[in-house]
């Protein structure tokens, strides 16, 4: 297994044409804030990384398809999912993933091995053990770091999901341009 030292394959990072990111653990620090509005509606808030969502974006602007599958219904990910423009938003309630991710793969044309997945506990080992590259937060459970190809020295929702983009856009040869891009667009009076 690779680590954040070190550096994922660059075959590998090139055959890969959409990531899949879990979000409790992966894209938060897995704490869910639950309470009540005054007139008793149920409110839910989620932490997000700000930093992981730019990373995400960038690997948009590499031209991958980016998506998100969690095992449970949230309308912060739903909010934070259509802040991103990341249409593939699935939340699969009881954490039956698989059948999401098949009929992802299936409407999308893509093959297994050309399918990154970045995740951190049980609810992800079904679609991960399939899937080319395996990705774990840094703070993973045993199952998710015995199968990872690559870990995080970052914790899920503190910049793990950054860390992984990042270095997959960096062993794919095209991290520094995705920057640079990203800040002459921005420099532009």
């Known amino acids: ?40 509606t149920a409110v839910e808030l989620k932490r997000f990384d700000i930093q992981d969502g730019i990373g ?14 969690s095992g449970r219904h949230s309308e912060a990910t739903t909010m934070r999912a259509r802040e991103l423009g990341i249409e593939e938003c699935h939340q699969e309630p009881d954490a039956h993933k698989l059948r999401v991710v098949e009929n992802l793969l299936a409407r999308k044309g893509v093959a297994w091995a050309e399918v990154a997945m970045i995740g951190d506990d049980i609810p992800d080992l079904a679609v ?30 503190r910049g793990a999901a950054r860390e992984f983009c990042d270095a997959l856009l960096q062993a794919r040869g095209v991290l520094d341009e995705i920057v640079e891009r990203y800040v002459a667009e921005r420099s532009r009076t």
Not at 133 to 156: D, M
């Open 1 to 40: 297994m690779s680590t954040a030292s070190d550096p994922i394959s660059g075959d590998l990072a090139r055959s890969i044409r959409l990531v899949i990111f879990d979000v409790d653990g992966v894209l938060t620090d897995a704490g869910v804030y639950m309470g009540q509005a005054a007139d008793g």
């Open 56 to 69: 995400m974006k960038m690997l948009m602007w590499a031209g991958l398809e980016v998506a998100i599958v």
């Open 128 to 157: 991960m053990r399939r899937v080319g590259l395996r990705a774990a937060v840094g703070n993973a459970t045993a199952p998710i770091v015995a199968i990872a190809n690559w870990q995080a020295t970052r914790p899920g929702g």
